[in-house]
């Protein structure tokens, strides 16, 4: 958990400045040595995951801590670093299919944010977007219950947008579309005028 902590105070201003700030600080000249950290740390969150599935109890007392370190990897991993960012949406992944999940809903608007999630590479936005999308809607299907109507209203218009997307897989776009069937109850009981339902059906 030390390590995960660990960031480069430039990022750390960036962060403070900006706390949508995503890559690399400007200030860091020296990207290989950064991602190297980057890239310690995700194998970290690595190990972690497996220490989660396996012995629960070990991690309890810092367990509110993991969904923001692992925000905080997201933001940081540099454009580059495609490999270390897919090590890092695998791992996430095994995390959120524990009971950890919930912890993870506090965090929702900023993994519905595109830079965030991918980053700012074409690489990543190239190859990544299905292993993202899955690992996301994932995690939108279990807690749709907690999410509010802003945050349903952000998933809709994302996953809406990949329905349309020939660029993406077909196993994505039917994942999609089973995500948006799956919000319709919680659209009726947020949404009394039901504009968001409608909307919905439009497309």
Known sequence: MNTLKLQPRAQQIMHQNNPLATDVAPEITDRACYSDLIAAQVKTVSFLAYIIRTH??????????????????????????????????????????????????????????????????????????????????????????????????????????????QTLPINVQIMSAKLLLNLIECIRTQDPGNRLFYCYFFF
Do not use: W
């Not at 960012?85 to 524990?98: C, D, F, G, P, Q």
């Open 56 to 165: 629960p109890n070990l991690i309890a007392a810092h367990k509110h801590n993991v969904p923001e370190y692992v925000i905080q990897l997201f933001q940081n991993c540099p454009s580059e670093a495609a490999a270390t960012r897919k090590e890092l949406l695998v791992a996430t992944r095994h995390i959120l299919s524990t009971d950890m999940r919930s912890l993870f809903v506090a965090k929702i608007d900023m993994l519905l944010n595109e830079s965030v999630l991918l980053g700012n590479g074409i690489t990543s936005h190239q190859t990544l977007r299905p292993l993202a999308f899955s690992m996301l809607a994932d995690l939108l299907h279990h807690v749709r219950k907690d999410l509010s109507l802003a945050q349903i209203t952000r998933t809709v218009h994302l996953y809406v947008r990949n329905l349309h997307d």
